[in-house]
């Protein structure tokens, strides 16, 4: 089972849109029982919260389930996940502070690595910009979610 944790700072926009859209891929792609898929904030002021209303605006024009809860990260998901994935620089910053032997940090990675756009370094945060900016998010993370299933499908198949 490959466990993949999604990452961003309050986990009510791309982290939790990330979640939704991998494991839909998953779903479609029948290989649920071979995936764990959660997402996580960097703070925890929206624990508890579902994703941000405009992201799950924007998630049922896609037809995509909205699942989850936020939830800060912890030092127990360094080790329990096979792959942390964080939106942007600074999220990917705070993961790495909390693996303080450095012995885990090469689970955690930029979500952006998996963007086809070499040019994508973070994936930004919509919560206070412009009206299209969870439409632009989405393209983005389903993008990277469908470059990440190809490359798990061929982790599984070896």
């Known amino acids: 089972m490959i466990r993949i ?3 961003c700072m309050g986990n009510i926009c791309r982290s939790p849109a990330a ?15 071979k995936f764990f898929i959660d997402s996580a904030g960097t703070i925890g002021y929206h624990q508890g919260h579902e994703p941000d209303g405009r992201m ?16 800060q990260i912890n030092k127990t998901d360094l080790e329990e996940f096979d792959l942390i994935l964080a939106m942007d620089n600074s999220n990917l910053l705070d993961a790495q502070s909390l693996d303080v032997s ?9 979500f952006a690595e998996y963007c086809s756009d070499t040019n994508i370094k973070e994936i930004p945060d919509p919560y206070y910009g412009y009206d299209d900016g969870f439409e632009t998010v989405l393209d983005l993370i389903e993008d990277g979610c469908q470059q990440l299933l190809d490359d798990c499908k061929k ?4």
């Open 102 to 110: 450095g012995k885990l940090k090469y689970k955690i990675k930029c």
């Open 19 to 33: 979640h939704c859209v991998f494991q839909e891929m998953v779903n479609k792609a029948n290989l649920q029982n």
């Open 56 to 71: 799950q605006d924007a998630l049922r024009k896609r037809e995509i389930p909205i699942i989850g809860q936020s939830r």
């Open 155 to 158: 982790q599984l198949s070896s």
């Open 5 to 7: 944790l999604f990452l």
